[in-house]
């Protein structure tokens, strides 16, 4: 089975809009809610593709209900510990005359101690052998950075896959557990190295391979509008990007986590999972929902490229 875990889910309400202009009455042109959270997205994504999936965390109030009211809706298991304060709303405005869009994210709700030690016991309670973890995104207020050492712990203990996307530099304490895949972004992998310099494919490579030597098995590198890399021990893979228009960005992250995993469950191998995953995520770029991987025109415009390894 494979766990998502969302630690700080939400609301997305995404909006799309002729113009966007102070003081005055913006009619938009239309909006779309969405159940969200980035474990939540990659939940989805792997029903898409007929992969059963738990989706859990912690997250409180109404707001809580309609994400996994949505999740349940789509046949997806549900199981998130609830606090009262509400989960967050966050806005995405999609400005046509502008062609740019905006980001107005909120924090989450303040957990408890007591209610975090729940979720690990649930969670080291009911994972088993060859499952895997899925662990993406910000946490609420309260849960500290240091609770990804505590999932991974779990994770080697009960022998289960651990997948993180996350920018905490807590990712770094996880490494001596041999996560099976990290996917940071390029501004996320220089981060965890204190690298101000320009982040060219050498240096993500350099970087990404210093990761797999501190005990991390594979890394996706998601470099946004120019596509991807996967790199492990033996494999350095580029793919670029497909020509899109962009709508909403939020979800295309974790619509490429959630297709690349998938795929590689489904036995398909690193390069065709790595293609589809980069077609599919830019597809859900292009559009206010997540992809319906009606992907014909996208993934010819994909190459997959081999580099060195050291």
């Known amino acids: 089975m ?21 003081k005055v009455v913006n009619r938009t042109e239309r909006f779309e809610l969405q159940p969200n959270g980035k474990g939540v997205n990659v939940s989805f994504i792997l029903k898409k593709l007929n992969i059963d999936s738990i989706a859990t965390g912690i997250g409180g109030g109404f707001t809580l209900d309609y994400v996994t009211s949505g999740l349940e809706d789509s046949g997806i298991k549900a199981n998130f510990y609830k606090v009262d304060e509400p989960t ?52 609420s207020r309260g849960i500290e950075p240091n ?91 580029y793919a670029n990007a497909p020509k899109i228009k962009l709508v909403n960005s939020a979800c295309a992250g974790d619509t490429m986590l959630g297709t690349f995993i998938g795929l590689l469950s489904k036995g398909k191998s690193a390069k065709e999972a790595l293609k589809t995953a980069v077609a599919a995520g830019s597809d859900t770029a292009s559009r206010l929902g997540l992809t319906n991987f009606e992907l014909d025109e996208l993934l010819p415009q994909i190459t997959i490229r081999e580099g060195k390894t050291e």
């Not at 969302?6 to 102070?22: F, G, Q, R, S, Y």
């Not at 499952?131 to 995104?137: C, R, Y």
């Not at 940071?184 to 981060?191: F, G, I, S």
């Open 147 to 237: 609770f990804l050492v505590k999932i991974a712990q779990i994770a080697e203990k009960n022998a289960v896959k651990l997948v993180i996307d996350c920018s905490y530099l807590a990712v770094l304490d996880t490494l001596r557990f041999h996560p099976f895949l990290l996917k940071p972004n390029d501004d996320e992998l220089a981060t965890f190295f204190n690298y101000h310099g320009e982040m060219t494919q050498e240096k993500i490579i350099e970087l990404a391979q210093r990761l797999i030597r501190l005990g991390c098995q594979n890394v996706l590198v998601s470099l946004g509008a120019q596509g991807a890399a996967l790199v492990n021990e033996n494999t350095v893979l």
């Open 88 to 139: 967050r709303v966050n806005v995405f405005t999609n400005v046509i005359d502008q062609n740019t869009e905006y980001k107005e994210v909120n924090p989450g709700p303040i957990i408890s101690q007591a209610v975090q030690e729940k979720f690990l016991n649930y969670l080291d309670s009911n994972v088993h052998k060859n499952d895997m973890i899925v662990i993406s995104g910000s946490f």
């Open 2 to 22: 494979i766990y998502t875990i969302t630690l700080n889910p939400a609301i997305d309400l995404v909006i799309v809009t002729k113009k966007l202009e102070p």
